[in-house]
């Protein structure tokens, strides 16, 4: 389906009012860089205006949009890697407490725990912090964010689990059941 110009003008106008908060706060728990999280934002919203005419099926437009913002995040810190060769990840990835939007907090304990929170996310990979906060703080199913990160489920899973063992110790958590040898 091709829309004419200035419907798709309008038609882009639209989307990008609906979809711009979303994307650009899910950049932004990516990159936890205000300055960064803009950039990527404007970035995956060109690459939405160049291929908007041959999107077929526009209800998937979110996980599409959220799959590009992706891809253009792993890219950016590509290109951040291969500026600073010996710059370790834990340096690129350095925690930026501003990065993540507080929300409102009701008590000091919410917010101290919302910090720590951050320094957990902030100690994970790219990739097991990207399933981290597609699953719970998007609420993505697995089987949407293997097409979103190009893995299959059992990836996403795997990087979940593997995520949320990593943040519930740094947070201080025991695990609730022992696992038992056959």
Known sequence: MTIPCTESDTYFDQLFATHRHRVYGFCLRMTRNPQDAED?????FLRLHLHLPR??????????????????FIGHLRRIRSRKPHDSLEAMLEDNPAALPAERLATRHDAIFQISLKQALAKLGPKQRASFILKYCYGYEHQEIARMLKCVPGTSKSQCFKACRTVSALLGYKPTRQATSL
């Open 40 to 44: 990527l934002t404007q970035q995956v």
């Open 55 to 72: 999107i077929q099926d526009h209800g998937s437009l979110p996980v599409w949009l959220k799959q590009v913002a992706y891809t253009t």
